[in-house]
């Protein structure tokens, strides 16, 4: 089954203190991985994608095909990272099969 | 230029009606997707456009709901005799093609409401 999970509903992260929001994914294949953030009254919007091995607003996040994970990390948080977090799977078909999200908040 | 826009951003329906919802992609935009979040639920995929065919229809959760596209313009999700576990918010990505380069742009969304 093509599944991808994010264990915690909501992470609480004091500001300066690093960010890793979970990510676990079930796929037989070579997936492309990604990272959607949805700020407060915003539109959700790409954060990241593991082929362009990028770092965005600070997050990286690396496929680690053994854990089957792709954890998100940033290692200092900010206020404005408060957020709706999706990790999401593509699959050979151009299906893209999103996870429940995590909620992090960021604490002053 | 604009991004995806959908319409109405709000609908409250009695339990039984049609709905009707709609959505308009990034011009030039060929993929375009429908996806439901429903209450402290992740999103849920529904189907897939390429162009004015839909290559993948298996997220529909019943033959009460259809989607077409006119080109690769605009698309409609239709939901006939709504039922309350319809209640949701529906949105609609485009993207530019299929492959590497296709970051989806989403829409606001639409949110239903079934009473």
């Known amino acids: 089954a093509q599944r991808v999970t994010q264990p915690e509903k909501l992470l609480s992260v004091f500001k300066g203190a690093p960010v890793e929001l979970k990510c676990n994914y079930s796929?037989?294949?070579?997936?492309?991985l990604f990272w959607y953030v949805q700020y407060s009254r915003q539109r959700l919007q790409l954060l990241l994608r593991?082929?362009s091995r990028e770092s965005i607003k600070g997050f990286t996040a690396d496929l680690n095909k053994g854990e089957t994970s792709f954890h998100l990390k940033k290692p200092f948080a900010q206020e404005e990272d408060s957020a709706m977090y999706y990790c999401?799977?593509?699959?050979?078909?151009?299906?893209?099969?999103f996870g429940k999200g995590t909620r992090l908040h960021i604490l002053p | 230029g604009a991004g995806v826009s959908q319409s109405p951003s709000n609908k409250v329906t009695e339990k039984g009606k049609d709905v009707e919802l709609r959505c308009d992609p990034i011009s030039g935009h060929t993929a375009l997707y429908w996806y439901r979040q429903r209450l402290g639920q992740g999103l849920e995929f529904l189907i897939y456009?390429?162009?004015?065919?839909?290559?993948?229809k298996s997220g529909l959760p019943s033959d009460r709901f259809s989607a077409e596209r006119t080109g690769e313009s605009v698309s409609t999700l239709t939901i006939q005799r709504t039922q309350q576990e319809d209640s949701a918010v529906y949105l609609c990505?485009?993207?530019?093609?299929?492959?590497?380069?296709?970051?989806?742009?989403f829409g606001p969304g639409t949110r239903l409401t079934v009473l």
């Open positions: 999401a799977l593509k699959n050979r078909d151009d299906k893209i099969i």
């Open positions: 593991h082929i």
């Open positions: 796929y037989s294949g070579s997936p492309e």
């Open positions: 990505a485009s993207s530019l093609q299929r492959g590497v380069t296709d970051t989806q742009y």
């Open positions: 456009f390429q162009g004015n065919s839909a290559p993948d």
